[in-house]
């Protein structure tokens, strides 16, 4: 006779497994994947879990309608030469009746905000959950920014927003989406007194918004956004002079802190800071390998991402005047060496990148449990 566990061990043994098995354990009965997609065992699986380690991947566009994601093999020694695997992400299945072209993708906790011409796309690529978002016509691919943030788990929602100073010499505005609600909102009473840094480099930590943004004496700081009060909100100015000739970035380090990279353009030397909250920045490491190349090229509108791997190396990515993306591993031996692989994606136009880290977390609105496509396999279970 088989054996029936309790409800509660068995949730409890579930929110011990890695995501990406949960993820595939779902197709074994109606149960698991009911038990699976419910919000408790989520918190508790991320709770157990850090899901910033090893897990990083990088959703790059190149050419007009070509996405791919990319992530680095495990290796049993640091030492071994790094390897790619690639997929394609393409957008067919979700709507086959013709090619998408994505301009821009905006990562927050596992779901991806892709920007379109007049239409925005919500989609957790690990669950196959989307959720599409109609928006205005008057886009433009570099003048408007956008992020995705929350709340609450229940409560997502869009930031659309064009500075004061763009390419159209367009009037600025604000707004804001509710995927609750299906409805936008225009924010008023909004004066912009800095601009947007270019590249852009905007991401989503604990569902606020944050990017770089320049002052009128080209004084750079970190600006974010709180959902609650509908305003932009200063938060702290960068740890080094800003040069518009360096390449610098902005991450997430460790799940639940705020990095900044700068690279000199002369030296090339890397310098990564962390913010620790409301405490001031600390470097936390420094590169110098005179032969590093410049991780962009002057004028180039895709910026570079970085995190750190299982290992502890610094991954980097790197975009040469080819459009071709590279990306290199540091090894923090004292050595000054490091490895370089090519992504193998180059294309007519600047290839955009984003920091991606798969989860189970829902898609906003996507509340049905679509099954029909799972194919159950046969056990006692059901």
Not at 274 to 296: A, C, D, E, N
Not at 301 to 326: A, E, G, Q, V, W
Not at 346 to 360: A, E, H, I, K, Q
Request: hydrophobic share 35%; aromatic share 12%; with cysteine.
């Amino acid at each position: 006779m088989p054996v029936r566990l309790p409800s509660d061990l068995e949730e409890e043994i579930l929110c011990r497994v890695p995501y990406r098995s949960l993820a595939r354990f779902r197709s074994v009965c109606k149960l698991w994947n009911s038990l699976i997609l419910e919000e408790r065992l989520l918190q508790k699986n991320l709770s157990r879990t850090d899901r910033y380690s090893g897990e990083h991947r990088l959703i790059i566009i190149h050419g007009e309608y070509n996405l791919s994601s990319v992530s680095i093999e495990e290796q049993k020694n640091v030492v071994d030469p790094l390897s790619l695997k690639t997929e394609n992400l393409t957008l067919r299945r979700i709507r086959p009746d013709g090619p998408i072209r994505v301009y821009k993708i905006v990562h927050c906790d596992g779901l991806l905000l892709c920007v379109m011409d007049n239409q925005l796309l919500v989609w957790n690529p690990l669950l196959k959950e989307t959720r599409w978002v109609k928006c205005g016509s008057d886009f433009h691919e570099y003048d408007d920014a956008y992020s995705l943030g929350y709340l609450s788990h229940c409560d997502y929602r869009i930031l659309r927003f064009r500075c004061a100073s763009n390419s159209r010499n367009r009037p600025p505005r604000v707004e804001v989406y509710q995927l609750a609600t299906k409805t936008w909102k225009v924010i008023d009473m909004i004066s912009f007194d800095w601009v947007l840094k270019t590249p852009l480099s905007i991401l989503s930590l604990r569902g606020t918004p944050y990017w770089i943004g320049l002052q009128e004496d080209h004084t750079a700081f970190i600006q974010s956004f709180d959902f609650s009060k509908e305003r932009f909100q200063p938060i702290d100015h960068l740890p080094f002079r800003y040069d518009k000739l360096n390449p610098i970035a902005l991450e997430i380090f460790k799940g639940d802190r705020l990095s900044v990279l700068e690279q000199c353009h002369k030296t090339r030397k890397i310098c990564i800071w962390v913010k620790h909250w409301r405490l001031s920045w600390s470097k936390l490491m420094v590169v110098g390998i005179p032969q590093f190349p410049l991780l962009y090229p002057p004028l180039c509108h895709s910026p570079t991402h970085y995190f750190f791997d299982k290992s502890n190396r610094l991954i980097i990515t790197s975009i040469d005047m080819h459009n071709k993306i590279s990306i290199k591993a540091v090894i923090d031996d004292g050595k000054n060496d490091f490895q370089t692989i090519e992504a193998g994606i180059m294309g007519r136009y600047w290839p955009f990148s984003c920091n991606y880290v798969p989860s189970l977390v829902r898609c906003p609105g996507f509340l049905s449990q679509d099954t029909s496509r799972i194919r159950w396999r046969r056990n006692r279970f059901n």
